[in-house]
């Protein structure tokens, strides 16, 4: 079983900053890869960011405003969000691609999701 629990969402208003964690835990070999999602009312999930080994992927309207981060040791991803904007509010997602033993095949895991709200 593999677990990705995220934690850091809130009530901001707008140009504040907040901090999302995701956390993946169980039975885990590796992760390849962790990322970022988000969701609005009525619309669809869409990436944020993503980061890969050194590598890191930004949605355009993020880019220069949010950063990804990964702390290998604690299998755990994070997510900088500054200058947040009103259009930002949705339920943020973690995601990880993992594979449960050496040579075994990746699988990509969700968690359940933290809601930002970003209003005055």
């Known amino acids: 079983q593999v677990q990705l629990v995220e934690s850091g969402g809130g009530l901001v208003q707008p140009g504040g900053s907040l901090r999302l964690s995701c956390a993946a835990s169980?039975?885990?070999?590796?992760?390849?890869?962790m990322g970022w999602y988000r969701q609005a009312p009525g619309d669809q999930r869409e990436l944020v960011a993503t980061?890969?080994?050194?590598?890191?992927d930004y949605a355009d309207s993020e880019k220069g405003r949010f950063t990804i981060s990964r702390d290998i040791g604690k299998n755990t991803v994070y997510l900088q969000m500054n200058s947040l904007k009103p259009e930002d509010t949705a339920v943020y997602f973690c995601?990880?691609?993992?594979?449960?033993?050496?040579?075994?095949?990746?699988?990509?895991?969700w968690g359940q999701g933290t809601q930002v709200t970003v209003s005055s």
């Open positions: 169980g039975s885990i070999f590796s992760i390849e890869a």
């Open positions: 995601n990880a691609r993992i594979s449960q033993r050496a040579g075994g095949p990746r699988y990509k895991y």
């Open positions: 980061i890969s080994g050194g590598s890191t």
